[in-house]
């Protein structure tokens, strides 16, 4: 994959081509370095701009002719940005998400010798790794029946996926049922249901994931009774 983006010193997770457009999509991980690079460039290239847009505002980065680069000492990040005119990889180190958003459109502008351009543009996204998530239980019982709310809480969760499994043991093991459910709290019915009480909540970005688990065991004992037996519903559903 000559030209493409080689993950050396850098953990550019994803890398998208979208079809019949020069637009590439990548993840990039808070902290880490990133490279912008065209897949494939003419050899006839005779100057270079790079240029962001950072949420509104456009700056320029640098420029390149063939003899020198000059670079924008007004950008916030001028110095954690580097050029490589052998590979035309833009090299953003420490790549930030917090103090300055440095997700943005990137667009590198090619001129040709002919007086023709070419542009190329990444869409960068600075994601922070999940954070170890937990799983908080709320628990009622009644007639026979656990009523329980699983809550799988994560710092920072914006932009993230959850999503559910349950099997018998404390770690995931390839026999787990997934669940349908895939938000954050998880309502459930049980009665006494055999061995898979390990509930496993998995939160996931496009760069990283984290899981909890929960043995809903100790949680349900079945010993509440009930005169009447009325099963109430609560817009749950069993599993
Ligand atoms: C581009 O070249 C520079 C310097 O030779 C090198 O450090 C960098 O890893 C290269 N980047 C890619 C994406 O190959
Ligand atoms: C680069 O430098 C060479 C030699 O000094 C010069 O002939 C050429 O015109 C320069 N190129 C540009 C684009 O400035
Ligand atoms: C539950 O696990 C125990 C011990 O691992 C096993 O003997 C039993 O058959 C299992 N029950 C079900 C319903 O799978
Ligand atoms: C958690 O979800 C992510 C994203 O779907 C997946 O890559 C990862 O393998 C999952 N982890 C486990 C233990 O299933
Ligand atoms: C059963 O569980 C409930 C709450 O879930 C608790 O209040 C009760 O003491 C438990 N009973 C026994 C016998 O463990």
């Given at each position: ?57 456009g ?36 790549i ?43 628990t ?25 499994s ?36 998995n ?20 010993t509440s ?15």
């Amino acid at each position: 994959m000559k030209g493409a983006l080689v993950p050396v010193l850098l953990s550019l997770l994803l890398l998208l081509q979208a079809a019949g457009c020069q637009e590439v999509k990548v993840m990039a991980a808070v902290g880490e370095t990133v490279q912008l690079q065209p897949k494939t460039w003419p050899s006839s290239w005779v100057a270079i701009n790079w240029k962001v847009k950072l949420r509104l505002e456009g700056y320029w980065i640098l420029r390149h002719d063939q003899n020198r680069t000059s670079a924008n000492p007004l950008l916030t990040f001028a110095d954690r940005v580097s050029f490589h005119p052998g590979n035309l990889s833009l090299q953003i180190n420490s790549i930030n998400s917090v103090t300055e958003k440095e997700s943005g459109l990137y667009t590198m502008d090619l001129k040709l010798g002919d007086g023709s351009g070419i542009t190329n543009n990444f869409h960068l996204f600075v994601l922070d790794h999940v954070r170890q998530p937990k799983i908080k239980a709320s628990t009622s019982q009644e007639c026979g029946w656990c009523y329980l709310t699983l809550s799988c809480l994560v710092p920072k969760a914006a932009g993230v996926t959850y999503s559910w499994s349950r099997g018998e043991s404390s770690s995931p093991a390839p026999e787990d049922h997934s669940l349908h459910e895939h938000q954050a709290d998880l309502q459930l019915e049980i009665t006494k249901s055999g061995n898979n009480t390990f509930y496993h909540c998995n939160v996931s970005n496009a760069i990283s994931w984290g899981m909890a688990t929960i043995d809903v065991k100790p949680l349900c004992n079945y010993t509440s009774k009930c005169p009447l037996c009325t099963r109430h519903t609560r817009g749950a559903r069993d599993v």
